[in-house]
């Protein structure tokens, strides 16, 4: 039986290493275009979510369900887990992500405002930036991932 001191001094075997750096960041991934959207999105949705916690918590949920969906985005894009779901329409998933925030960011940053409160106002504001940061990552993920492949598609 070996103990953890055995173990500790053999050599990774190639199996073992190929797995851990499955999960290994990609930081060129993290200072493209995309990454400092995904960052953005994170940040944006965090703000906001602690505004709607200061003012009013029935709209929290909303921003953390972004903020959750926005960072497994980011993990699976860094990371590039998500090369392997092949059978996934990534582009398309990532814009009906996209499509979502915008729509539900859009009626609770509305919602919000009518309240009148401090905090609810900062959510507002932080809500609409969100929305324009949004729509962005969803206009240049149509441009660059799915009107491409549609051509290709077309072509064959």
């Known amino acids: 039986m070996l103990s953890a001191l055995d173990r500790r001094d053999r050599p990774l075997e190639e199996g073992s290493a190929a797995g851990l ?6 930081k060129t ?3 493209s275009l995309k990454g400092i959207l995904l960052e953005t999105e994170l940040a944006l949705t965090f703000i906001i979510f602690i505004c709607f916690t200061a003012s009013i918590s029935a709209y929290m949920a909303a921003a953390l ?11 699976l894009y860094a990371t590039q887990y998500y090369q392997r779901f092949d059978r996934l ?3 398309c998933l ?3 992500r996209c499509v979502s925030a915008i729509i539900i960011f859009l009626v609770v940053s509305f ?9 609810a106002i900062a959510a507002f504001v932080f809500g609409i930036i969100l929305v324009s940061v949004f729509a962005y990552d969803a206009f240049k993920i149509y441009r660059t991932d799915i009107v491409p492949r549609a051509t290709q598609d077309l072509q064959r």
Do not use: C, K, Y
């Open 21 to 26: 750096q499955g999960f290994a960041v990609d």
């Open 29 to 31: 991934f993290l200072s």
């Open 65 to 75: 369900l972004e903020f959750f969906i926005t960072l497994a985005f980011l993990f």
């Open 89 to 91: 329409n990534w582009p």
């Open 94 to 96: 990532d814009f009906l």
């Open 111 to 119: 919602a919000a405002v009518t309240s009148r409160d401090g905090a």
